[in-house]
């Protein structure tokens, strides 16, 4: 029993260090550390944290979190960051994971190679990017995957009955394709 109990400390060591997963993988191990950095910058400008974890060696869904926080506390607020919003156009682009989920209709926002935010609605193209849904049917980008490479192809289409909450007339961005890259 002794031995056991000695042993403990060297066992829980073993477990914690083969336990490691995409969420322990840092945002600048994910992303590089250029895009990592400046995601790391913004978030630290937005958010309202004395200590913030906006930092390129936490992970990507740490510091987006953190991001999306702080800049949902200043919408509407003349001094928010023009980095707070989104872009919603037609295109294929490769970049990263931002965030993504919903109730009635599933999200994603993609950081571009290029800075920008790209966001459209996904339709069953995405349902194993997203979370199971919660007490209130709400889904959200799996943390794992935050942070990850991809290609999406987004299109501009009239809504017509798809996404409930836009009408039936109104365009609306629209993920045509994507994919996960390494």
Do not use: W
């Not at 989104?86 to 926002?109: I, N, W």
């Not at 339709?123 to 194993?128: E, H, P, V, Y």
Request: aromatic share 4%; charged share 25%; proline share 5%.
């Amino acid at each position: 029993m002794n031995r056991l109990i000695n042993s403990l400390p060297f066992l829980l060591a073993a477990l914690a260090c083969s336990s490691s997963s995409a969420a322990d993988v840092s945002c600048a191990q994910q992303m590089g550390q250029q895009r990592a950095t400046l995601l790391a910058r913004q978030c630290r400008q937005v958010s309202p944290a004395t200590h913030p974890p906006c930092n390129a060696a936490n992970s990507c869904a740490m510091i987006v979190d953190e991001f999306e926080r702080g800049c949902d506390m200043l919408a509407g607020e003349s001094y928010r960051p023009q980095f707070c919003g989104t872009k919603e156009r037609a295109g294929t682009f490769q970049g990263y994971l931002f965030s993504g989920g919903g109730s009635d209709a599933d999200q994603l926002t993609v950081l571009t190679d290029k800075g920008e935010r790209i966001h459209a609605y996904c339709t069953q193209l995405c349902d194993d990017l997203f979370s199971e849904p919660d007490d209130h049917d709400v889904v959200t980008l799996r943390k794992e995957l935050v942070g990850r490479r991809v290609a999406v192809e987004v299109a501009i289409e009239r809504n017509a009955g798809r996404i409930p909450g836009p009408g039936d007339g109104e365009r609306i961005p629209l993920v045509k394709h994507i994919k996960l890259l390494k």
